[in-house]
């Protein structure tokens, strides 16, 4: 007890500290001026410049938070290439007004996403998807070919706020997931707060993904004691076939968490043999709860174990070679180093000190390896070629740099104000290229034009080519950039437009004499082409009380030659790549004479480009 009151009154009072220091607003009085040399400057510059014309040598797929999006930028330049929609509908493409992604959205207008993740094979990013949590229970797979979510998969049953997602294996056989909230199981049984520490639990669970077209479906779920479960990281080269889940809240304590939650020295990593837990439900192991198989540890024993961990654990990773699994206890002045081997020793001799709902605990001083000092407040590492780690520290406001297996600090950066995640170029893989890392900011006070009091993101580009770092640049990212991955550009291949032989759409036409309107009943199918610079029909009628579904094809073949199709009064847009068909359907329930016509300006006449559905009355 003592040692976390220890613990808890020096982090109160540099948090304390910190927040008297830097949260009091001021107005500058012009552009602030620089403590670097002329000479840092202009390599600065020079490293970040990207002239027009030429492009950035990564990609970053960064999360949106409660925004819904994934943000994609160019490194070195920061620049905002594109948003990715995922879980909220988004105007500006019209994701979330065709039938396809409306359906996918099903009742949500929201989503949390966290923790974007690229497809792997042999622990490599290969350029083919990226795996995208929600908070509400939910996964999505965006498919970089056209950059555009093309599943989303849930609610899951059981899973109650998905923080711990989406982590890959280092052959997209999964992606994970994880129970932010306990809560009693399944879903809709009631218990009260005081009963939580027993008739409350945590899921956790692999989400299976197709190795060829990339679909999602339930693989396995796991329940766990009563803890939140935060973070992730799979296993690689001698540590594949394992996951590895932060968690906090060892204490099962409800109420005013801050406090409640802190009587423990400890709280754990959750480490999960994936490949015994896949074996298991295949062999027909497992309660069905909530309609889906759930493994109990206390009955099949060997699936999971317990890691000691230091107070409030956020992140865990894996380093390049797998044998090293870093954790953050964000209440600790020191991240702690554990030995995969040792952890098999320990998982062979029962080295354990006791048990958690029948999960044995393994002994902390058996499977831990170092503990680096840090600094204060480590949330995050991200690694770099040559054994080179980086963390970050949200209370020292910092990132450190420091050396896998000596254990040595050799050097830290100032970040502007409270870091949250990083992320290194390709550095959640086997071989990360160690050139660029961005700290991803909490806040920005200060460091930009006042745009009143909802604050920017700030992320910033740091230079790990050599052996100190340097701050680059300052970008304000849309928000909340939780977490990102950096991956080399080359390794993405997207198209530029839809081939025209590729589209099946069973409602699509390629030439305007094959446009139009075809009725069943009150049910009336529109066939729409567009194409410079006409929307074919120009005219479609109705009656009140239809039901309309409308197929527009955009016959381009051209790049960046997209069309939209704005229809006034009934709430209805979308926009149409070139050679791609989309299908809305709207119940004509308005009489009278609505507009509808191109939304993306595609040519000299795009003005021209329009159209009127007549709603006759009954």
């Known amino acids: 007890m003592k040692s976390t009151k220890v613990i808890w009154g020096s982090v109160g009072l540099v948090v304390l500290a910190l927040l008297v220091s830097r949260c009091a607003p001021s107005a500058p009085a012009g552009a602030k001026k620089t403590a670097a040399g002329a000479s840092d400057i202009a390599v600065a510059a020079q490293k970040t410049y990207v002239a027009p014309g030429d492009l950035d040598e990564y990609y970053m797929f960064a999360s949106g938070g409660h925004s819904g999006n994934v943000y994609v930028y160019g490194v070195p330049s920061m620049r905002h290439l594109s948003t990715i929609p995922v879980y909220t509908p988004y105007p ?48 999505a797979r965006i498919d970089l070919r056209d950059f555009k979510t093309k599943q989303i998969l849930g609610p899951v049953a059981n899973i109650s706020g998905n923080h711990s997602g989406a ?104 480490a999960i043999d994936w490949r015994a837990a896949e074996k298991a439900i295949a062999e027909g192991k497992g309660d069905v709860i909530g309609g889906v198989k759930v493994l109990d540890p206390k009955k099949v024993p060997g699936v999971v174990y317990l890691m000691p961990c230091g107070k409030s654990p956020h992140g865990v990773d894996v380093a390049p070679n797998g044998k090293w699994i870093v954790g953050s206890g964000k209440l600790q002045g020191v991240t702690t180093v554990f030995n995969f081997e ?18 044995p605990v393994l002994k902390y001083e058996s499977i831990k390896e170092a503990e680096v000092a840090v600094g204060l407040g480590p949330l995050h590492t991200q690694f770099g070629p040559d054994d080179w780690a980086y963390t970050s520290l949200f209370v020292d406001s910092a990132i450190a740099k420091w050396k896998l297996g000596t254990w040595e600090i050799v050097d830290k950066v100032p970040m502007s104000y409270s870091i949250g995640h990083l992320a290194a170029a390709e550095g959640d893989t086997v071989s990360p290229k160690g050139k660029y890392l961005v700290g991803l900011n909490k806040l920005s006070h200060g460091r930009h034009l006042s745009v009143g009091p909802s604050q920017p993101e700030s992320s910033q580009l740091v230079d790990i080519s050599e052996e100190k770092m340097k701050l680059l640049y300052d970008a304000f990212t849309e928000p909340e950039p939780h977490y990102a991955q950096i991956v080399k550009a080359d390794k993405l291949h997207p198209i530029e437009v839809y081939p025209k032989e590729e589209n099946k759409h069973p409602l699509a036409v390629w030439d305007v004499k094959d446009a139009g309107v075809t009725r069943n009943g009150t049910n009336v199918t529109v066939k729409a082409v567009l194409v410079r610079s006409t929307i074919t029909p120009t005219a479609v009628t109705v009656n009140q009380g239809d039901t309309v579904t409308v197929a527009v094809t955009n016959i381009e073949q051209t790049t960046d030659e997209l069309h939209g199709f704005g229809l006034l009064d009934y709430n209805m847009n979308v926009v149409v790549d070139p050679g791609e068909t989309k299908t809305f359907t709207i119940k004509a329930d308005k009489a009278g004479v609505f507009p509808y016509y191109c939304t993306n300006f595609c040519s000299a006449l795009h003005q021209e480009m329009q159209g009127y559905l007549i709603v006759n009355k009954k």
């Open 92 to 139: 500006a493409t019209g994701y979330g007004f065709d039938d396809d992604s409306r359906k996918m959205l099903g009742n949500f207008t929201w989503g949390d996403v966290h923790h974007p993740s690229l497809s792997e094979t042999a622990g490599d990013y290969d350029g083919r998807w990226l795996f995208v949590n929600d908070m509400n229970g939910r996964i």
């Open 167 to 270: 982590f890959v294996t280092p052959n997209t056989e999964y992606a994970m997931m994880g129970t932010r909230f306990s809560i009693p199981i399944p879903k809709g049984t009631v218990a009260p707060i005081e009963k939580y520490a027993t008739e409350y639990k945590g899921v956790v669970a692999g989400v299976k993904i197709d190795k060829t077209s990339g679909a999602m479906s339930l693989g396995w779920e796991v329940m766990l004691p009563p803890f939140d479960f935060d973070l992730g990281d799979a296993g690689k080269k001698v540590s594949d076939g394992w996951m590895f889940w932060t968690s906090y809240n060892a204490e099962r304590a409800t109420g005013k968490l801050e406090t409640t939650s802190a009587q423990r020295d400890r709280d754990y990593i959750a």
């Open 342 to 359: 040792k952890i098999q020793t320990a998982i062979r001799n029962k080295d354990f000190t006791g048990e958690e709902d029948g999960i």
